[in-house]
């Protein structure tokens, strides 16, 4: 068995953070949203998965993927309709060049590192997926687009088929059954609007009370509101929000921002029983964004909650100072502001009592940036041997 | 001056706390509110306001108000408008009884007294307005009924008309743009369906981040859920409560009580900018509520929250061990479950950390139940040389 060849290939994949929400599903098993959603692609400097794909007769038995040094399971639904999805794209592949290897047969050994936190709400499982999917594409020498990848990474995990392109994604619903239309496409690559920034807050040992995939279905069943905002409010949201986005407006896309992060954690809260995904330390977050904008007299901070209580808030370069100066004046203390180029501003304006609560409840900051999507690598998690590297 | 006859009367009135909820207003100056609403009175012996009219040619110049021993304004809107109409009606008197003293004429003198700290977030202006109308309406010797005060009150603060009765008590949004149909009706009286206890739990030290009035009319004006919730919640809302109270079917009542709280309070974080009365204590009485709940295996504690973080638990009297029991044993170190026959009872089946964010960020409990309209009283507050009583 030592002989038998190990084919392999490695990729990095983003996180990507939504400003138009995704939230329910029409079809639970294939991901199927019941509305379009829009992210932005954040820099992969700061916040990526990195994947290395094998293949190899020497493996199994079965599948297996190592994330972060320990072993998951492989044998759930959505890890398994990648797999399957991306082995069938490779046998039609075989089927029409008799001369390529087999590899569609071959056990997959997949090694995966984040070089952030899992599980800190910081969409792990959108990068996770995206790069899952880019890395076996990579192994199998599929010629899919990352829009035809998007397809299956969707059936992962929702979002991560926004992870498949950089800059300023759109997740279109689509309207078959199958799912064949729900996919993502490019609004603007990062190029178009490079100058948009992020500042996680990521706030300190608060867990989830309800897992994202319970709560969104809870909701679907339960809000009289949530049908308002899938049918009325979200598609309103998506026009504005590209036109924003291709204009390089920043006014309009932090008041869609705002405004659609509201709307997703209002039918949360018309959920029976109600989902809290904002504590007081994210109402701070929002009081600090609120007399940032007042100082300014314009929206040049827009905040955005996904199912957690870490704010990310979405800046422009320009402001830098105005915006994340004036926040690591208030924060400086916290771990996330050593190698970034921000200057300490003046923060005496924002709410005395928001500051308190948000020194007092926040573990860190991370400074990021729009950025590109996934990127081949021929750095290798997996040794010459078929062993994953212990780094 | 000093020969000039006082004329005085006096009244209780109680507190209301809706379970069907008020929020926003079709016409600000008449309150005239976009939706019905439904309360229940609670008992004046825990709260109440305590309220002397008293007129004289020796009073003034003008008429005056003392709450707590503070001179209050009376030149606003809203308490010249009750003004003016309780007069108007008393003219009409006058005019077709030509004996009766000509009080309508006079300066009036109010001096009103509450048994509960105002401004703590307890619905304090409802019982002063109700309160307020309804002495100068025993002053007056109006024959008006409780409905037809309901209007007057309305004009003083919207929920007040709601305190005119005891028990089960529906505001009727009506239709006529003068407002003469938007009305207080009794439902059912509290002799109906006595059993029905409420707790409060007072937070501690959380001021109001804005006030009732603003907040309801920026949500009016930029809530896209507010529609829905206005048009098509609240109309079945009010059907489902009118007959689970005249059921008495408390299921029913405490699903409709919860839904509907939370219907508002994502209806005001929908708002821009997003409105936040819930914060991290509330969220944790919810916890405790659906503990309680869950345990039970039925619906048999009720919260709801009014502007502001303090939740108010409905429960059955029977049900006083399981729910009011459960939370002394957790929080009985607070004021208020002295003189209350409430056994504690083992509470280590609700979050931990729920009853730990209880424990830090309550300041007291007030026991209480459904109780009686604005009672008639001779103890007054004005002594009879016309100035007040000092307590």
Redesign the interface.
Known sequence: MADQPIYQASTTAPVNIAVVKYWGKRDPKLNLPTNSSISVTLSQADLRTHTTAACSASFGPGDSLLLNTSPQDVSGARTQACFRELRSLRSELEASSPSLPKLAALPLRIVSENNFPTAAGLASSAAGFAALVRAIANLYELKSTPTELSRIARQGSGSACRSLFGGYVAWQMGEKDDGSDSLAVEIAPASHWPTMRALILVVSAEKK?VSSTAGMQITVATS??F???AQ??VPEAMILMEKAIKEKNFQSFG?VT??ES??F???C??????I?Y???VS?AA??AV?SINKKAGRIIAAYTFDAGPNAVIYYEDENTDAVAGVLKGALGNLDGWEDKDVKVQDYSYVDTRAISVLKGGLSRVILTSVGEGPIRTEESLIAANGEPVRK
Chains 1, 2 share one sequence.
């Open positions: 009370d009289k509101y049908k308002t905002r009325e409010v008041e705002m405004a509201n709307s954690h209002a039918s809260l018309d959920t029976r029983p109600p809290f904002l504590n007081d109402r929002i009081t609120n």
